[in-house]
């Protein structure tokens, strides 16, 4: 299939290193919160292999922040998710799952603390500006809240370490994992996180500051030529390994957190204000009747998964679906992110999926990949 080319607008943004993506010979984009997300480089593969053996810097400038400060600050961060924040303390960054009114998962960000009064929100594929705005307009909090001129810029892989002490100096080796802090570059202060989008490790660089962009991408790129660094992106088949979520594809608005496998995220008992409380407290009192699980799917390597394919049990009734499925090369086997009934949730029960080249048998597995 020939791929569609995307035509620029106000309402499709560049990045601020939009410049140095296309110089580095991106194929294929994605959009991600209204701007562009690299998805290839020089193809899928090659692009997994390098990530889990060298350093890529990634432009995730998608990774939109939503900015709350002021006296209510903390007390609106808490009506957005069923995680306990009152032991957050300013440095830390937690993984927070955001809910409607009913549980239902409107994203899943990061949350990063600056201070008492002032959060940045790092937010997955979802419009939660508005949502966020309608709470405090609804409650009359005193609170600002904005999207700020922030763009992560990610630093991943084994060797993500030595590339940063090489920009930043080593003791950037010492921030711990979720934690943050501030770093110079160009005389401009830097909230730099030991986190990312992939399980090889590295950091993201909240760089405040269009005209930023390009100087940073280039010292990275310079000051890891003797480290294999390339330009890369979130990549499908490490993120399916590692079992890390897309929201939009494996979890949307009608799962609840339990349901994507966050429930150790949630102490519904403890936070309280969240406005999706009683709803999720219902849910974890009973329990999810279906969960995320990994699949280990039989065959040669299946197609695009570009819509949900059905999975079944050996006399046809439904049992899920699978939302995320690719050929991981160092596993030997397909991988996949599905959401399943308890029925057939346990591991080591065979279901059979439906993908678009035919019925496939595949395995539900203990655990992800990696």
């Known amino acids: 299939m020939q791929p569609s080319l995307l035509s620029p607008s106000r309402r499709l943004r560049r990045t601020p290193f939009s410049e140095g993506v296309e110089a580095a010979g991106v194929k294929a984009y994605t959009i991600y919160n209204h701007m562009l997300l690299p998805t290839i480089f020089r193809s899928v593969q090659e692009d997994y292999h390098h990530l889990k053996t060298a350093v890529q810097v990634w432009d995730v400038a998608c990774e939109r922040q939503v900015e709350i400060r002021g006296p209510d600050a903390g007390r609106l961060v808490q009506m957005l998710t069923p995680r306990d924040l009152r032991k957050m303390t300013p440095g830390q960054c937690y993984y927070v799952p955001m809910v409607d009114e009913t549980g239902g998962m409107l994203n899943d960000p990061v949350a990063v603390k600056l201070a008492e009064d002032r959060y940045w929100i790092s937010i997955a594929d979802s419009d939660l500006l508005l949502w966020i705005k309608g709470i405090v307009w609804g409650m009359r909090l005193d609170v600002m809240v904005e999207e700020p001129d922030v763009s992560p810029l990610a630093v991943?892989?084994?060797?993500?370490?030595?590339?940063?002490?090489?920009?930043?100096?080593?003791?950037?080796?010492?921030?711990?994992?979720?934690?943050?802090?501030?770093?110079?570059?160009q005389g401009a202060p830097m909230l730099i996180a030991r986190s990312g989008y992939s399980r090889q490790g590295g950091f993201e660089i909240y760089v405040e500051g269009t005209h930023l962009g390009m100087p940073l991408w280039n010292v990275l790129m310079e000051a890891g030529r003797g480290m294999d660094v390339h330009a890369g992106c979130p990549n499908l088949i490490e993120r399916i390994e590692g079992g890390l979520l897309s929201y939009g594809n494996d979890m949307t608005r009608e799962n609840t957190p339990h349901e994507a496998g966050l429930g150790k995220f949630c102490n519904t008992m403890t936070a309280i204000g969240c406005v999706g409380r009683d709803a999720l407290l219902r849910v974890a009192k009973e329990g999810p009747i279906r969960q995320i699980r990994a699949l280990a799917i039989d065959g040669?390597?299946?197609?695009?998964?570009?819509?949900?394919?059905?999975?079944?049990?050996?006399?046809?009734?439904?049992?899920?679906?699978?939302?995320?499925?690719?050929?991981?090369?160092d596993h030997r086997t397909n991988v996949a992110i599905a959401m399943i009934r308890m029925t057939h949730w346990d591991a080591g029960t065979t279901v059979l999926v439906h993908a678009p080249d035919g019925p496939r048998e595949a395995l539900v597995r203990e655990s992800f990949f990696s």
Request: proline fraction near 7%.
């Open 156 to 185: 991943q892989g084994p060797r993500a370490d030595d590339l940063m002490a090489a920009v930043f100096g080593d003791a950037i080796r010492d921030v711990r994992f979720f934690r943050f802090g501030w770093f110079e570059f």
């Open 300 to 329: 040669a390597a299946v197609p695009p998964c570009l819509e949900a394919w059905t999975v079944t049990d050996d006399k046809g009734r439904r049992v899920g679906q699978v939302t995320s499925a690719a050929w991981s090369p």
